[in-house]
């Protein structure tokens, strides 16, 4: 069974400008989370989709969005990008809400 | 709210000496406990859940609600062991999991 997939892999982007990321999960899995990971805070929680329904957010501004679309694959988009918002960007799906989670590899995201 | 702690950053033992990784959580219900590892250039993955009251590699985690712990241990460490460790909550079944920020341990051989 394939892993998730997260694309792209790597992206630099200019202070103001927006970005969309991608996620596709694993087969038949409906629920996908987004993490933040940087060196001084970890992981954070961004959001929880299922069934194409938010069901989770984290404590983060409005510049940040997401998306599920019904084949379960999701996006989250930043507006508007920071210094600050440079990082990694997981994520990760699971069978149903409370099941295991499974990591995708990441998005580096580098804003200049 | 829910807050995990995993107050070293970095953990070093040699090979075949006993490890406990810390992690203490402060949430006021039942939790569900996770602990996660990273091996060097590979996904971030589940080892072991409170739940499962299983051993995953050699290594145990029993969770503590009179402390609020949730310590990983393994008895005789291996160089493969060396990775992050990431000590994770769920304050309930659909509720979001929150991440400590993750020990490194380090095996010397």
């Known amino acids: 069974k394939a892993g998730v997939t997260q694309t792209p892999r790597y992206l630099i982007k200019t202070r103001g400008q927006q970005v969309t990321l991608s996620c596709s999960p694993i087969?038949?899995?409906?629920?996908v989370s987004w993490y933040q990971q940087t060196p001084g805070q970890g992981l954070q929680f961004l959001f929880e989709?299922?069934?194409?329904?938010?069901?989770n957010k984290g404590n983060f501004p409005g510049r940040f969005s997401g998306r599920q679309f019904s084949n379960s694959r999701s996006e989250m988009n930043v507006s508007t990008l920071e210094l600050g918002d440079s990082a990694l960007y997981l994520c990760?799906?699971?069978?149903?809400?409370?099941?295991?989670?499974?990591f995708g590899p990441g998005t580096r995201l580098t804003v200049t | 709210a829910q807050r995990v702690t995993q107050p070293e950053k970095l953990l070093s033992v040699f090979k075949g000496a006993p490890v406990e990784l810390k992690c203490n959580y402060s949430y006021s219900g039942s939790p569900e406990l996770f602990w996660y590892v990273q091996y060097s250039r590979q996904r971030l993955q589940l080892l072991l859940r409170?739940?499962s009251r299983e051993s995953i590699k050699g290594f145990t985690a029993d969770l503590n609600k009179g402390e609020t712990s949730f310590h990983l241990k393994k008895p005789f460490a291996q160089e493969e062991d060396s990775a992050m460790y990431y000590c994770?909550?769920?304050?309930?079944?659909?509720?979001?999991?929150?991440f400590g920020i993750g020990t490194k341990l380090q095996v010397i051989p």
């Open positions: 994770a909550l769920r304050a309930g079944g659909y509720q979001k999991v929150t």
């Open positions: 990760a799906s699971s069978r149903d809400r409370a099941a295991e989670q499974y």
């Open positions: 087969s038949g899995h409906r629920s």
């Open positions: 989709y299922f069934s194409e329904t938010q069901r």
């Open positions: 409170h739940i």
